[in-house]
């Protein structure tokens, strides 16, 4: 059943299909989504007994034969793509990564229709209507946390608090985080905190947002060898840790350790 409605929605991309597409034959990444959950007011309403479904058309060439970087970039953050083969997209089941749509109408021969105007990863914010949200915590974390240490009489490097959670990887549903342990002694993480650590040194490091999404999937695929919805705990804590033994070594992302 095609949604009546516009906004923000978390689904899955049910079936993907790459070809040469329109009159100008584009190369095109064809998505169906089955859409789950629907943003209203300030929440997230479970609609996935409604067996909504809407396709998705994200054209990764332009007329002028130049990248389409705006729906490459999009691609890559929410799926996992290194934007390099766009056949990858559909030579691998990517049924279970839970991703994020903005529907909106656009009105075409006449009639207005509701599109995919955007793909964002699941749990993003970017799209949301939420005043002073995660992303702006981490924004204004990175860019005066040590300014406003500094004006405090402290030195010491940014912690993630509880008063800032980030927003959650791709998975069933946003977990909730435990009570934070010393990072030393941890053996378990959630993603809340695993993101947190990982995108105040992405944002103080100049990583712009989209780079910094995709990059987070690679680093759990490398680090666990699973998608980021089957991970366990003890496999959070795992890329926790590596997350903060690479801020210690100070690396600056060569491509073989964490990305910064």
């Given amino acids: 059943m ?5 906004g923000l929605y978390h689904g899955y991309p049910t079936s993907i299909a790459v070809n040469e597409t329109g009159p100008n034959n584009l ?3 064809v998505i169906d989504f089955s859409l789950v959950e629907q943003h209203r007011g300030n929440e997230w309403l479970d609609c996935s007994a409604e067996a909504l479904a809407i396709t998705g058309y994200f054209y990764i060439e332009k007329r002028d034969g130049s990248l389409n970087t705006t729906a490459i970039d999009q691609l890559r953050a929410a799926l996992g793509w290194d934007g390099v083969d766009p056949f990858w997209l559909q030579d691998n089941d990517l049924s279970g990564v839970a991703v994020q749509v903005k529907l909106g109408f656009e009105e075409y021969e006449g009639k ?3 599109k995919v105007q955007f793909l964002n990863p699941y749990g993003s914010t970017g799209g949301a209507t939420e005043p002073g949200g995660d992303d702006v ?3 204004v974390a990175a860019r005066l ?3 406003l240490r500094a004006n405090a009489g402290g030195t ?3 912690t993630p608090t509880p008063a800032t959670p980030a927003p959650p990887a791709p998975g069933s549903a946003p977990p909730s ?3 934070a342990a010393p990072a030393a002694e941890a053996t378990t ?3 809340e905190e695993a993101w947190t650590i990982y995108a105040t040194a992405a944002q103080a490091a100049g990583v712009d947002q989209a780079t910094m999404e995709g990059r987070w999937f690679e680093l759990i695929t490398k680090t666990t060898g699973k998608p980021a919805a089957e991970l366990s705990p003890e496999e959070w804590g795992k890329v926790k840790m590596a997350i903060e033994v690479a801020i210690e070594a100070g690396d600056a992302g060569d491509g073989n350790d964490i990305p910064f």
């Fill in 2 to 6: 095609i949604p009546t409605e516009d």
């Fill in 27 to 29: 190369v095109t990444a």
């Fill in 112 to 114: 207005n229709r509701l």
């Fill in 137 to 139: 915590r981490r924004s």
């Fill in 145 to 147: 946390g040590a300014k």
């Fill in 156 to 158: 010491s490097r940014p």
């Fill in 177 to 179: 985080a435990p009570p």
């Fill in 189 to 191: 993480s959630t993603q």
